[in-house]
């Protein structure tokens, strides 16, 4: 069984400050994906990395996928209260997704 | 409107009685998946489907039924619902690997 662990469960920041969270597994996936639900929503899609070591951006979102393709992170620069929020990793092994427990961000203005 | 549709979206039934949520998605995606999401376990999948007829049980298949006989439709079923099926219940599509999820809002289920 795939299993990801997500972490911090939980962040509560100040606006314009960094933050990182990571996603672990023992397990190599064929790709990695970050997802944010808002409250009463379904997830959305906010990347996919797929190459070892892959880094991709999404304005002030940095993305990247572990060399083995095992775990990742995801770096918010200067968060803003638009970025609150659960973030969710999740996994890609035969076209299904073994999700993370997800980290709920609180940005304070 | 294109997407992916959800319905209901709140749904209160009683144990032992059978319930089925609908999903129903635009895009033509092959693939289509239903996970439930609690706290504590986050959101695990439930059965998927890479194709009209094709079914596959994913992590917490029992008490649960689908079919898929058109390519837009995935319903679930609870034969017989319980409380421990009390969640939230999100359909999702995606056209294969590497190409990401879109997911419906969600149908928020009670058994009582």
């Known amino acids: 069984t795939q299993l990801l662990e997500q972490s911090p469960q939980f962040l509560s920041i100040q606006e314009g400050e960094n933050l990182t969270v990571y996603c672990n597994s023992s397990s190599v996936f064929s790709s990695l994906q970050w997802y944010r639900q808002e409250p009463g929503e379904g997830p959305v899609l906010l990347v996919t990395v797929v190459t070892g070591g892959e880094v991709k951006k999404l304005k002030r979102l940095t993305f990247q996928f572990g060399d083995a393709r095992k775990d990742s992170s995801l770096h918010i620069t200067a968060a803003q209260p638009g970025d609150t929020g659960l973030y969710l990793c999740?996994?890609?092994?035969?076209?299904?997704?073994?999700f993370g427990a997800g980290t709920i961000l609180r940005v304070k203005s | 409107d294109a997407g992916i549709t959800q319905s209901p979206r709140y749904k209160i039934t009683e144990t032992g009685r059978q319930v089925t949520l609908m999903c129903h998605q635009t895009w033509s995606h092959s693939y289509m998946f239903w996970y439930r999401q609690d706290l504590g376990h986050g959101l695990r999948l439930i059965y998927y489907?890479?194709?009209?007829?094709?079914?596959d049980k994913g992590e917490v298949p029992d008490g649960y039924v689908v079919s898929r006989s058109k390519t837009e439709n995935f319903p679930l079923t609870l034969e017989s619902a319980t409380r421990s099926q009390t969640s939230v219940y999100f359909c999702?599509?995606?056209?294969?690997?590497?190409?990401?999820?879109?997911f419906g809002s969600g149908t928020r289920l009670t058994v009582v």
């Open positions: 999740a996994g890609e092994y035969g076209n299904k997704l073994v």
């Open positions: 489907s890479a194709a009209a007829d094709i079914t």
């Open positions: 999702a599509s995606s056209q294969g690997q590497g190409y990401g999820y879109t």
